[in-house]
């Protein structure tokens, strides 16, 4: 197996605070070492991983293990990119920007969050300060992530970032409903195929700052709630290598669904289990992530998704499609697996 990029959590800890955080109301205090994270950030180098994103909770908020990380990276000869995830509470003023990059040689790409909930915490002044201190330090990519719950708010921040639509990527998504904000009855889908992409952010797992290795972002759901029995959880690097825990994963069928079929794999779920469906009548999701993510906390979801691949015949069905979108074969030595394609998040 092959990935395009890994998140690295160097802290679960964010003061930030936005309205639209998954994170926010939970208690969040984990955060690895600074040895671990360089170690953890050497394995997955080691392991052929083009880019290495670091994030958080805010990781400028634990600037030492941040900077450890972007070292362990930029020395390893493989030269991945570097890349790091901040919600922009650093960049007060033009010179506190420069100090701050000036300290993460190596750095090749910053995903600025901002949207209107940021904003309510972040002056945008200092999202442009960090573009222009980025731009200024030469650090060649830079993405704006924009999150929203209604369709005007992408044009509403678009517009605050024009002057540099040259020179940053922008990158929009729907927000995951919360305890404290919820849009999915009025923008949300209904869980069936057709609404939901056969791919999604597989390809980029999460190393959390407990060392657990996981699918994909959602994983961060882990510092509050328990996610080892659910198909996201690949394994601990406290209690194995990264190799060990990517070989376990080749062998695991409900990641490898997840990975062939994605969230329109898990509406199909749904539509073809009654259990499911009545559990889910009259729900709407507002993305993949949340339909997935909802789904597989569920007893009845993960039930369903523990019948399908107990069938031999899905397992079989699974391999080849590894082999058709992947070009990989279940049990194959990673030497034998294609090279990454390089692609953004
Ligand atoms: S759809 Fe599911 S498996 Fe895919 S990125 Fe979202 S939460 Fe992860």
Redesign the pocket.
């Known amino acids: 197996m092959r990935f395009t990029s890994i998140l690295v959590s160097v802290t679960e800890i964010c003061t930030v605070g936005c309205r639209h955080c998954g994170f926010t109301g939970s208690t969040r205090d984990r955060q690895p070492t600074v040895d671990e994270i360089g170690r953890w950030v050497t394995q997955a180098c080691d392991s052929g991983i083009p880019e290495i994103i670091f994030t958080g909770g805010e990781p400028f908020q634990r600037f030492r293990m941040l900077k450890s990380g972007v070292r362990a990276a930029a020395g390893h000869p493989r030269k991945p990119r570097i890349s790091v995830f901040t919600s922009s509470f650093w960049g007060r003023s033009p010179a506190a920007v420069d100090k701050i990059l000036g300290q993460l040689p190596g750095l090749t790409r910053l995903y600025l969050s901002t949207d209107v909930y940021h904003q309510e915490r972040v002056p945008s002044q200092y999202v442009v300060n960090v573009i222009e201190g980025a731009i200024a330090r030469e650090i060649p990519e830079i993405s704006l992530c924009i999150t929203i719950a209604e369709d005007h708010e992408e044009e509403r921040i678009r517009s605050i970032y024009r002057r540099f639509e040259d020179r940053v990527r922008v990158h929009v998504d729907r927000v995951i409903p919360t305890p404290f904000i919820n849009t999915a009855q009025q923008t949300g889908l209904p869980p069936v195929p057709e609404n939901f992409a056969a791919s999604?952010?597989?390809d980029t797992p999460l190393i959390n700052p407990n060392g657990d290795l996981s699918?994909?972002?959602?994983g961060k759901a882990g510092a509050y709630v328990r996610l080892s029995d659910l198909a996201?959880f690949l394994g601990n690097l406290h209690e194995k290598s990264f190799q060990e825990i990517l070989a376990d994963a080749d062998r695991n069928y409900e990641y490898q669904f997840?990975r062939v079929y994605?969230?329109q794999g898990?509406a199909r779920m749904v539509a073809s289990s009654p259990a499911v469906r009545k559990l889910f009548k009259g729900t709407t999701f507002t993305n993949?992530?949340d339909l997935?993510?909802k789904l597989l906390r569920s007893l009845d979801g993960r039930a369903r998704l523990r019948e399908i691949v107990a069938d031999p015949f899905q397992r079989e069905l699974i391999d080849a499609m590894r082999l058709v979108r992947f070009g990989e074969r279940a049990g194959a030595s990673p030497a034998d697996a294609p090279q990454p394609v390089r692609s953004g998040i």
Not at 215 to 218: T, V
């Open positions: 999604c952010y597989l699918a994909c972002h959602i996201y997840l994605g969230p898990v993949g992530c997935c993510y």
